[in-house]
């Protein structure tokens, strides 16, 4: 075997990491053909993966299945496909964005079908952050903003992108640097890579992800079992940052809320209000089997001044675009995630802080947002390497090092 599979691993999750920034960077001229080339990468990692069971141990992969959360999001994700044979939206580009979603699921698991789960598993991590720091560049680098002054591009690169992704690379940062052992200078690269995704993630003014990440962490560090002097020198670091961009965030709250809004943003859920109620009319026309996936932007009515591409609640828009029973696998695999998450705490396993903070997160977040190429708020592919390591790790996985 020339490349181990530890390697693999850190280079596709850089890649997962880094792949919102890919159209801004390559495609403005023609988006469309973004897809189909992240599905043709995708696929190809996969088929070498599959190839004879070189790269895997076919009863570590059954392992990997049998734990419910991934079961659940199996059945999910089979749904969700079932759905493009009726979907509103164009039924070419719904299935290129579902076997996108298959592809990058098949390839998280088969890659962690080894007996060195805990290595492989900690190095995607870290695939994840160091490919979150090359995205928080990209923006920064570019110095490009929108109407309002957020950083990003309103088209191909929104600064609520740029915030989602860097929430979630930003926690993957701080479990990295909180467990990271060895030598000193090991732990200062990810507190280093930390601090940059921080001060992207703030730079994008994207409210809902400073909001949802601010609460995710605190309760991250909270809840992580380490010590105080660990606990401070985060906080310390977080709160440095915060301070120095807060005179950034609070003008630009400012004006958004007394002068974008007239003063009605805070009542109105950002005007959020008239989209749930124009989504549960059409919800109740078509409860049980939904619009389909990738349906919203197609078939919604287009009720404000900017192209709606999602319900802006999480449920809502799973509601809409699979239905009931979309809606309902959706649960189940929250729920499953909940009783492996209690299992995890019971056992002791440094994963399970970080877990629960990943869904406080999605959760959150998901109370104004939706994904529109993925199946919850919550990355589904993150999902899966924070289910199976919590579920299948050892407790005393902090002897990973960098």
Known sequence: MFISLSTIAFCFWFYISISPALTYLFFRSNPPVAGPITAVFSGIVAF????GGVFGDRREFAKIIGVLPVCALILYVAWTGATVLWTGAPKKIALVYWLILVLKHYV???V????????????SLKGFAWGGLIFALVPLIARETDDEGRLGNEEFLHPNTIGNQLSLTSLSSIYLALQAQGKPQQRLVYIFILVVQLFTLLRSLSKTSIFCFLLASTVYI?????SVKKKLLITVVAAGIIAVSFPLVATYLDNYLNNQQGGE???????RS???????DYIQQNAILGYGFQSYRYTAPQIIGVRLVHAHNDALNIWYTLGGIGLALAVLTYLSYVFCLIRAAYRRSPQEALGLALLLYGLIRGLTEASVDDLTTYSTPLMLLVVQWMALGKPDSLKNSS
């Open 108 to 110: 998280v698991l088969r």
């Open 265 to 271: 943003a805070l009542e109105t859920a950002t005007g």
């Open 222 to 226: 909270i809840r992580s079992r380490i």
């Open 48 to 51: 070498l993966l599959a190839l």
């Open 274 to 280: 008239a989209i749930w109620e124009m989504t549960w």
């Open 112 to 123: 962690l079908a080894c007996k060195s789960r805990e290595e492989v598993s900690w190095s």
